[in-house]
T-cell receptor
Framework: KNQVEQSPQSLIILEGKNCTLQ??????????LRWYKQDTGRGPVSLTI?????NTKSNGRYTATLDADTKQSSLHITASQLSDSASYIC?????????????FGRGTQLTVWP | EADIYQTPRYLVIGTGKKITLECSQT?????MYWYQQDPGMELHLIHY???????EKGDLSSESTVSRIRTEHFPLTLESARPSHTSQYLC????????????????FGPGTRLTVL
């Protein structure tokens, strides 16, 4: 069964600190892995997309890593800001259909305190 | 920021009412999707479309229906709303890549928060 598991479920950090979010997946055949940021009451916004051949990708203070062998990914946030408070969703796409079906994790709810 | 719009943003209605959630995109994307998301839970695909006059059921069974008469418009309809339909509904679109896609990036609308009393 294709699944995406994220940890921790929730995280509270102080402004300025770094944090790392984890994602494990069993989706096969693998196409790509994305990290989305979803603010409360809004739709998800893409942060990074990594294909099989990529093992790291950065977007400003966000750095994602991918280990396709162990089927693990992490999202590292540097020097956190209050605006980073959101749910971070790991999404894996398979390449078994023209639709490019997406499998969503439940997200990590990050809260940044001043 | 993607050009994909959803209306209304919030809707509170009584049981038995017929409702239509609107979704439109101005990017000319062929593929469009509807997802349902409950608080703290993952997104579930309920409908998708490859293009005009194409509609398919997603992974999660839903009593809603969709139509795709125009490329830019993908409305979702509930004929008779029930409290179990209370949820957030997210619309998304993506472009079909020709010659074999490495991936298609989905762009999400802001969502409609539906509450059925």
């Amino acid at each position: 069964k294709n699944q995406v598991e994220q940890s921790p479920q929730s995280l509270i950090i102080l402004e300025g600190k770094n944090c790392t979010l984890q994602c494990n997946y069993t989706v096969s055949p693998f196409s790509n892995l994305r990290w989305y940021k979803q603010d409360t009451g809004r739709g998800p916004v893409s942060l990074t997309i990594m294909t099989f051949s990529e093992n790291t990708k950065s977007n400003g203070r966000y750095t994602a890593t991918l280990d396709a062998d162990t089927k693990q990914s992490s999202l590292h946030i540097t020097a956190s800001q209050l605006s980073d408070s959101a749910s971070y969703i790991c999404v894996v796409s398979d390449r078994g259909s023209t639709l490019g079906r997406l499998y969503f994790g439940r997200g990590t709810q990050l809260t940044v305190w001043p | 920021e993607a050009d994909i719009y959803q209306t209304p943003r919030y809707l509170v209605i009584g049981t038995g009412k017929k409702i239509t959630l609107e979704c439109s995109q101005t990017m000319g994307h062929d593929k469009m999707y509807w997802y349902q998301q409950d608080p703290g839970m993952e997104l579930h695909l309920i409908h998708y479309s490859y293009g005009v006059n194409s509609t398919e059921k997603g992974d999660l069974s839903s009593e809603s229906t969709v139509s795709r008469i125009r490329t830019e418009h993908f409305p979702l309809t509930l004929e008779s709303a029930r409290p179990s339909h209370t949820s957030q509904y997210l619309c998304a679109s993506s472009v079909v890549a020709s010659g074999g896609a490495t991936y298609n990036e989905q762009f999400f609308g802001p969502g409609t928060r539906l509450t059925v009393l």
